[in-house]
Structure formats: structure tokens, C-alpha cells
């Protein structure tokens, strides 16, 4: 389950259907995006989609800070890196994060497990020594302070970790700022991922796995936040029939691996952390709705409460007809070949 999203703040009337796009139609949108690989299939599929913005020169992938334990998903960022033709994004790693269960379960782990005919790794790797990586809030100071102000968008598809972290990070090599302060003046919009909105017992995985970070994003995150809630992403699901029938042209794919591996096919995958992606890069209104503005608070259950009023906090949600455009443009864009891809 997944994640938030940054926009151009747009004055809000509840119900109207207005632009969230991260940037203007006609520049690309600098992004910063930060997965918990792995733990659900929608991430590798969220990724995909960042390529294939990449391939259509709408977006600049600054980096991959992982928010997630171990080393299979930092390894499987690397191959899929490898396969799209974009092997140099630098990727961070976190080191003592929330524990959300055992790289060895994960696709992640199964497709990088997977052999040739002659046993050679299936899928290509750029790099190695997956440890040696940053940390992610190094590499978010890194990036940050080498980016025009207000020019940075955020999509964090998984915990809150590694953006709480931000904040309280103190001035380094990097930047003299604090990490509140480099956040108010290198980045545009944070775009997440988490919380439902429709039911105010409801208490989402991204949320819940680390509360305090959560309560702390929410609460003093100092640029605009819209958040992709979970009833959003479960109403859109990427069609199994998609990954039987759409990929004769790939050969061995890492993403349609990793979907057959997740769960038993055929299933129909609920898509948070795509749409999350896809309102940061081209949000409309023939695909999304923008709440009023207001503030979104988590309570110590995990829960994600919304008032309209005070503050600069938004959320998603879609009609029928705008959930139908979302699933179909998500089928067609991730069907599209890499332009750069390594054979």
C-alpha cells in the first residue's frame, strides 16, 4: 500500500476537479522518490512509470532513497535501473528503520534469485557492495543542496521515516541549513502516498508502521502535502490479463517477473503507489479530484484525520469515469518499451 504526492497550489473548492501536477505541462518535473521496495508490487510499478516519464522527457529522477530495511530492494532498484537503461540514479539505503518484514519473502529477493539457462543471473546489475550505499537522508541533503530553490518534488511511497529524518538532520558538508530549512527552500511539493480519508478508523500500512514519523510529516512538513489516500488506489487495479498478454515484445522483464511472483496469478493489483506518481507528474481533472485545502493529522492509533481549513495539506480522491482514464492510462504507458532499455 502506498503514498503522497506534490502539486502547484491551486486555490481548492471542495469537489472541483483541478490540476495537481508537480510541475507546468511544458517543463519536467525534478523527482525525489522514496519507496519501501518490495513490499508491494505497486512500487516496481510506480518505478516503471518514472522511466517511462523519464523515456518522454516529462521528468528528471534526482534519486531512490529506500525506507525499507535490507538490501534486496537498493539491488533490485539497481537491476531495474540496469534494464531501463537509467543505471546511474544514485540510490540511499536506510539503516535502522522500521522493521516490516524479511527481504527473503519478498519479490524482490525472488527476482533477483532468478537464473539464466546457464546460471548466470537472470537479470543484469550496474553495482554492487548494495551496503556501501548512502544513507538516505545523506543522499536527500546531497541532492537537495545541489537543486535550484523550489525546484524538487517529492513522492514518498512508503514509511515517513526517511523525511522525518530530514527534518531533524543538522547542517553538514552538504548544506550549512537544517533539514527543515533545505526542505522550505529546495522543494516544491510533497506528494504521498498514505492514510485513508474515507474512514477515519482505518489504519493504513504506510502509517502505521512508523506513527511518530508519520505525525511528524503531517504535522510540520513546510511546503504544501497532497496525499494519494488508500481508497483512492484501491479502486484502480492494474489488470493481471495486462502482464499475460501486453509484454511478447520484452523477453525477460524484471517488472512482470516481480508481478508473477507477488501474489498467485492471475490478480488484479491495486495501484497507490502509481497513482501517486502519476498525480506528481501529469495530475488533471480527467484523472483526479483535489480536496479543500486543511490539515491532516494522525492519531497514535495510526489513523489519518482530515479538517478543511487552516493549512496546505490536500488530498485525492476520483469518480468512476476519472478511476477508468487512471487505469487506462496506467496500462498504456507501462506497456510502452524502454526507449533506453539494455538488452
Same mark, same amino acid.
Given at each position: 500500500m502506498k503514498r503522497f504526492l506534490v502539486f502547484l497550489l491551486l486555490p481548492l473548492a471542495s469537489g472541483m476537479a483541478v490540476s495537481c501536477s508537480g510541475g507546468e505541462s511544458d517543463s519536467v518535473v525534478n523527482i525525489i522518490f522514496d519507496t519501501d521496495m518490495g513490499n508491494d508490487i505497486d512500487d516496481a510499478l510506480a518505478l516503471d512509470m518514472l522511466y517511462k516519464y523519464m523515456d518522454a522527457g516529462k521528468v528528471n529522477l534526482l534519486a531512490i532513497p529506500v525506507n525499507k530495511e535490507g538490501l534486496a530492494a537498493p539491488e533490485f532498484i539497481d537491476v531495474m535501473g540496469t534494464w531501463y537503461g537509467y543505471p546511474d540514479i544514485p540510490v540511499g539505503i536506510i539503516r535502522d528503520g522500521a522493521d516490516c518484514g524479511a527481504d527473503s519473502t519478498s519479490y524482490t529477493r525472488k527476482v533477483l534469485d532468478m537464473k539464466g539457462e546457464d546460471g548466470s543471473p537472470l537479470f543484469a546489475r550496474s553495482h554492487g557492495s548494495y551496503g556501501d550505499y548512502p544513507e538516505s537522508v545523506d543522499l536527500y541533503r546531497k541532492v537537495l543542496s545541489e537543486a535550484q530553490d523550489g525546484s524538487v518534488t517529492i513522492v514518498s511511497v512508503g514509511f515517513s521515516t526517511n523525511l522525518a529524518r530530514l527534518l531533524d538532520s543538522q547542517a553538514d558538508e552538504y548544506s550549512p541549513l537544517s533539514g527543515r530549512e533545505l526542505v522550505d527552500s529546495k522543494v516544491k511539493m510533497l506528494y504521498t502516498m498514505a492514510g485513508n480519508m474515507a474512514d477515519t478508523t482505518f489504519t493504513e500500512y504506510n502509517v502505521v508502521i512508523d506513527i511518530p514519523s508519520a505525525q511528524k510529516v503531517f504535522a510540520e512538513w513546510p511546503t504544501p502535502v497532497i496525499t494519494s489516500p488508500f481508497e483512492l488506489g484501491a479502486q484502480i487495479r492494474y489488470p493481471a490479463s495486462s502482464i499475460e498478454n501486453d509484454f511478447g515484445w520484452a523477453g525477460n522483464h524484471p517488472v512482470v517477473e516481480a508481478y508473477r511472483s507477488y501474489m498467485q496469478m492471475p490478480y488484479d493489483r491495486e495501484t497507490w503507489d502509481l497513482t501517486a506518481v502519476m498525480a506528481a507528474v501529469e495530475g488533471g481533472p480527467e484523472y483526479f479530484t483535489v480536496s479543500p485545502q486543511g490539515s491532516?493529522? =494522525? +492519531?497514535?492509533?495510526? #489513523? +489519518?484525520?482530515?479538517? &478543511?481549513? #487552516?493549512?496546505?495539506?490536500?488530498?485525492?480522491? =476520483?469518480?468512476?469515469?476519472?478511476? &477508468?482514464?487512471i487505469r487506462a492510462h496506467l496500462v498504456s504507458t507501462i506497456t510502452l518499451p524502454p526507449k533506453h532499455r539494455n538488452p
Amino acid at each position: 500500500m502506498k503514498r503522497f504526492l506534490v502539486f502547484l497550489l491551486l486555490p481548492l473548492a471542495s469537489g472541483m476537479a483541478v490540476s495537481c501536477s508537480g510541475g507546468e505541462s511544458d517543463s519536467v518535473v525534478n523527482i525525489i522518490f522514496d519507496t519501501d521496495m518490495g513490499n508491494d508490487i505497486d512500487d516496481a510499478l510506480a518505478l516503471d512509470m518514472l522511466y517511462k516519464y523519464m523515456d518522454a522527457g516529462k521528468v528528471n529522477l534526482l534519486a531512490i532513497p529506500v525506507n525499507k530495511e535490507g538490501l534486496a530492494a537498493p539491488e533490485f532498484i539497481d537491476v531495474m535501473g540496469t534494464w531501463y537503461g537509467y543505471p546511474d540514479i544514485p540510490v540511499g539505503i536506510i539503516r535502522d528503520g522500521a522493521d516490516c518484514g524479511a527481504d527473503s519473502t519478498s519479490y524482490t529477493r525472488k527476482v533477483l534469485d532468478m537464473k539464466g539457462e546457464d546460471g548466470s543471473p537472470l537479470f543484469a546489475r550496474s553495482h554492487g557492495s548494495y551496503g556501501d550505499y548512502p544513507e538516505s537522508v545523506d543522499l536527500y541533503r546531497k541532492v537537495l543542496s545541489e537543486a535550484q530553490d523550489g525546484s524538487v518534488t517529492i513522492v514518498s511511497v512508503g514509511f515517513s521515516t526517511n523525511l522525518a529524518r530530514l527534518l531533524d538532520s543538522q547542517a553538514d558538508e552538504y548544506s550549512p541549513l537544517s533539514g527543515r530549512e533545505l526542505v522550505d527552500s529546495k522543494v516544491k511539493m510533497l506528494y504521498t502516498m498514505a492514510g485513508n480519508m474515507a474512514d477515519t478508523t482505518f489504519t493504513e500500512y504506510n502509517v502505521v508502521i512508523d506513527i511518530p514519523s508519520a505525525q511528524k510529516v503531517f504535522a510540520e512538513w513546510p511546503t504544501p502535502v497532497i496525499t494519494s489516500p488508500f481508497e483512492l488506489g484501491a479502486q484502480i487495479r492494474y489488470p493481471a490479463s495486462s502482464i499475460e498478454n501486453d509484454f511478447g515484445w520484452a523477453g525477460n522483464h524484471p517488472v512482470v517477473e516481480a508481478y508473477r511472483s507477488y501474489m498467485q496469478m492471475p490478480y488484479d493489483r491495486e495501484t497507490w503507489d502509481l497513482t501517486a506518481v502519476m498525480a506528481a507528474v501529469e495530475g488533471g481533472p480527467e484523472y483526479f479530484t483535489v480536496s479543500p485545502q486543511g490539515s491532516i493529522t =494522525v +492519531t497514535d492509533a495510526g #489513523a +489519518t484525520l482530515f479538517r &478543511e481549513g #487552516a493549512g496546505d495539506r490536500a488530498y485525492l480522491s =476520483v469518480t468512476p469515469e476519472q478511476a &477508468e482514464n487512471i487505469r487506462a492510462h496506467l496500462v498504456s504507458t507501462i506497456t510502452l518499451p524502454p526507449k533506453h532499455r539494455n538488452p
